[in-house]
């Protein structure tokens, strides 16, 4: 199993109560993370505006005639049904409000192409103004204070101007007003941007596209009516002379749309739910876990190793490899007394056998085997170029729809990001925008685990560099261990790797995301001075943002590359490689087979029938046919000590512990010597080595009194 990292082979260990908390808390996290950011969100307004186009004079109050000189707008124009008076007076009263608001100080003044960038190249439509006044040049003498019919039209109408009497037209009259448009708005149609009220402006509304945010130039002049030759006999005699329009300017009513957060009570109630659900598994996990000893981090595995050792429950399975890593460790289950190795009654054997000792240069990179390297960056690289390719249509998209210079567009509801069109209720659009942070909570579990395992491999070569630390718990002892840091990395590490988590995780967040979108329609009643609005009912959006997915993607690969550095980072040549291989661990974590000192202490050998000479635990077989443990003694053992070993014995026996398995008696259990973990540690030769396998010595973990030496071409086991 994998020690100190996320792993989903581990689950196969867990009993079912956990399986279940896992399941419970994986089946919570999925639905949190598509609701949890569309619940709450903010409202993308967009204004319809009304538009009339002048010359300078209006806006110092000039007089003016309805329908305009140019006799082109609604309803006067071809096919269009005959004004009422009733139209006619609504219309006076908006002109009305038009000319006392503009007369004024709050009104800004546009040049030609911030005026036209502003009101034809917004994607999301209009932001921050509203009613527009276009100031134009048209005819032989531009500074007169107004036109007349008259002159423009040769002393004739065009054949659609029927009952001017009703109209109360006077073609003689002086006007500063040359047309009107009302009810004017961009639309979006998949990135093409269209406004029918684009004609005042000199384009055809006819085309689908507008020109680029780059085509506006200044001056801008443009024909009035395109081709006025072969419309005669529809615009009647429209004099040439004032077919050439020049905008000099615009005059528009600043309107800050209202800013709104919107609440989606439904979801906000899906939400809540999950984390009480989420809550009570983690009070449940916490309960049943409160009295269990963890095994979180490097150093709670090797304590456990050596604590079961000790108490006569060794891992036999992993013996006498102390010279193999975690890429030797490949299981095999036997199926057969035949593949089963000597001195072994497991059902599980190792590919990994004992080999002689050879020192290899050793870096991060090897820490992580090959596969886990794949598999992390694999899914990440799908995602880095799914991204690509999407900011490379957001790219294009910008320059092709009008959406202006890219440096431009904003996070959030900026009026620069445009909308992407995708159909359905709100529900279905908010696990389409949350869709990434599903792919990046992966990416982040696959990440995490990938740094733990580094900086796991490098506290485990600290052993052999020849500075023993201390052993790093979850739950210090002693002294001479000390607490295992809280994100499993060092403590700077860990924090550079959660912020960038986080700040990938906002500006995900700020890529794609769900929108409100609520149109303020112009009245054109006039009721009031500046022209009253209304508010359209309330849709929803997915909005994309291209400069929020290009800090994604830095920060992005700034994260992922980190890992990479650190990958050509040395670790000391004479250390094996353990990773989070609890096998490798435990074969690394065996007390010293043989081992003698000054004074003549008898030497141990176990689980192989041989009895010490000078005494100690040895075995016989009983009437049943199980082997009994005898306690021996020595010339210069404490008859106090004996005895104190019989009677653990019979009460080992009295509480049934006899069994196929040897248990053994460690005579120095209370000796601190003998209780490693709760000492400096290194790795090393426990016992020497000679050169041919039979002569095996042993390397692995042990106090800093019971390293012989660093490892040599010799044979360990």
Not at 290 to 304: E, R, Y
Not at 493 to 501: A, K, M, P, Y
């Amino acid at each position: 199993m994998d020690i100190g990292i996320n792993s989903l082979r581990n689950l196969r260990f867990l009993n079912r109560w956990r399986i279940f908390l896992w399941l419970g808390f994986f089946l919570t996290s999925v639905p949190l993370h598509l609701l949890f950011s569309a619940s709450v969100f903010a409202t993308a307004t967009s204004t319809e505006y009304n538009q009339i186009v002048t010359n300078q004079a209006f806006l110092n109050g000039a007089n003016y005639t309805l329908p305009g000189v140019s006799l082109l707008a609604e309803p006067f124009q071809p096919g269009a049904a005959q004004a009422s008076l009733q139209y006619i007076a609504k219309l006076q009263n908006t002109v009305s409000a038009i000319q006392a608001g503009v007369s004024s100080f709050r009104w800004k003044r546009l040049e030609s192409v911030n005026c036209r960038q502003t009101y034809l190249a917004q994607p999301n439509g209009l932001q921050h103004y509203r009613n527009l006044v276009i100031v134009i040049e048209a005819g032989p003498k531009p500074t007169v204070p107004g036109w007349t019919g008259s002159q423009v039209w040769g002393n004739t109408l065009p054949p659609y101007m029927i009952n001017t009497t009703v109209l109360s037209y006077d073609a003689n009259a002086s006007s500063s007003l040359w047309s009107y448009s009302l009810g004017c708005s961009i639309q979006n149609n998949l990135g093409n941007l269209w406004n029918y009220c684009s004609d005042d402006f000199g384009y055809n509304t006819a085309e689908s596209q507008l020109p680029s945010w780059s085509d506006f130039s200044s001056p801008w002049q443009f024909p009035w009516v395109v081709a006025a030759d072969d419309y005669r006999e529809t615009y009647g005699n429209f004099s040439a002379a004032y077919n050439n329009v020049t905008l000099l300017f615009c005059m528009a009513e600043p309107f800050e749309s209202p800013c709104k957060v919107e609440v989606l009570n439904q979801l906000l109630l899906a939400v809540a739910i999950l984390l009480l659900i989420k809550t009570t598994l983690a009070g449940i996990t916490l309960w049943m876990l409160w009295s269990t000893k963890p095994i979180l981090c490097l150093g709670d595995a090797i304590q456990m190793f050596f604590e079961q050792a000790a108490d006569g429950a060794e891992d036999k399975t992993t013996r006498q490899l102390s010279t193999c890593g975690q890429s030797d460790f490949v299981s095999r289950r036997v199926r057969s007394d035949r593949q089963r190795p000597p001195n072994n009654d497991m059902r599980v054997r190792w590919t990994a056998q004992p080999r002689r000792w050879a020192a290899t240069t050793k870096r991060w990179f090897d820490v992580v085997p090959a596969k886990v390297w794949v598999s992390t960056y694999g899914p990440i690289a799908v995602v880095l170029v799914i991204a690509l390719a999407l900011l490379d249509m957001g790219i294009r998209a910008n320059a092709y729809a009008n959406r202006g210079p890219f440096y431009e567009a904003g996070f959030g509801s900026n009026p620069m990001n445009h909308k992407v069109h995708i159909t359905g209720d709100v529900y279905w659009l908010a696990i389409v925008a949350n869709s990434p942070q599903l792919v990046l909570t992966t990416c982040f579990f696959l990440f995490s685990s990938l740094y733990v395992r580094l900086f796991q491999g490098a506290e485990w070569a600290s052993f052999a560099d020849g500075r023993p630390p201390r052993l790093r718990v979850t739950v210090p002892e002693d002294d001479c261990q000390e607490s295992a840091p809280l994100l499993k990395v060092p403590l700077a590490w860990g924090l550079v790797f959660r912020l960038c988590s986080l700040a990938l995780s906002i500006l995900a967040s700020q890529s794609l995301f769900v929108a409100a979108v609520e149109m303020l329609a112009a009245d054109d009643t006039g009721s009031t001075p500046g022209i009253d609005v209304y508010y359209e009912p309330l849709s929803f959006a997915v909005v994309f943002s291209s400069e929020a997915l290009l800090a994604s993607i830095v920060v992005g690969l700034t994260t992922i590359a980190v890992p990479l550095c650190l990958g050509f980072f040395r670790l000391p040549s004479n250390s094996i490689i353990v990773g989070s291989n609890s096998a490798a661990i435990s074969a690394q974590c065996h007390p010293v087979e043989s081992r003698r000192d000054g004074s003549g202490v008898e030497a141990v050998e176990r689980e192989r029938g041989e009895e010490a000479n000078s005494g100690g635990v040895g075995r016989e077989e009983g009437e049943d046919g199980h082997e009994r443990r005898s306690i021996r003694r020595s010339g210069d053992e404490p008859e106090d000590l004996v005895r104190l070993q019989r009677v653990q014995w019979a009460a080992d026996r009295e509480e049934g512990e006899d069994s196929h398995e040897t248990r053994v008696i460690h005579r120095f259990d209370n000796d601190p010597e003998n209780r490693v973990w709760l000492q400096r540690m290194q790795w090393g030769v426990l016992v020497r080595g000679g050169g041919v396998p039979e002569e095996a010595g042993q390397l692995g973990l042990g106090s800093v009194k019971s390293i012989v030496e660093k490892p040599a071409a010799s044979f360990y086991g």
